[in-house]
């Protein structure tokens, strides 16, 4: 059973957006939080932007604040995160997470083994 499949990534010009989407299975979604993380080459995976689905408040790591937003549609279990003003640093693998049944959001962690998706790949050419 797939639970969370990510899209929307590809290649960009710095300074271009891309718009990331997230679709979760109805259970998956009503752990009540969905994140986003990436992971470039040679670097460990970094949570960059969390939503709580039931408030819709947000977190976002001090790298993309200001520049990425995350949203949701609850109609459609779909998390969405749109990359504005992409920077070639950006450049990474970009993966949608969300808790397991007993676990939670605290900020960008996510406690014990999320679930994850298969990722989807951002390029920012310079």
């Known amino acids: 059973q797939v639970l969370l499949v990510e899209s929307g990534g590809g290649s960009v010009e710095a300074g271009g957006s891309l718009r990331l989407s997230c679709a979760a299975s109805e259970y998956t979604y009503r752990s009540g939080c969905m994140a986003w993380f990436r992971q470039a080459p040679g670097k460990e995976r970094e ?68 679930i994850w998706g298969r990722g989807t790949q951002v390029t920012v050419s310079s």
């Open 47 to 114: 949570g960059i932007a969390t939503i709580y689905t039931r408030s819709g408040s947000t977190y976002y790591a001090d790298s993309v604040k200001g520049r990425f937003i995350i949203s949701q549609d609850n109609a459609k279990n779909t998390v969405y995160l749109q990359m504005n003003s992409l920077k070639p640093e950006d450049t990474a693998m970009y993966y949608c997470a969300a808790p397991e049944a007993d676990g939670y959001c605290a900020g960008l962690v996510i406690s014990g083994e999320p």
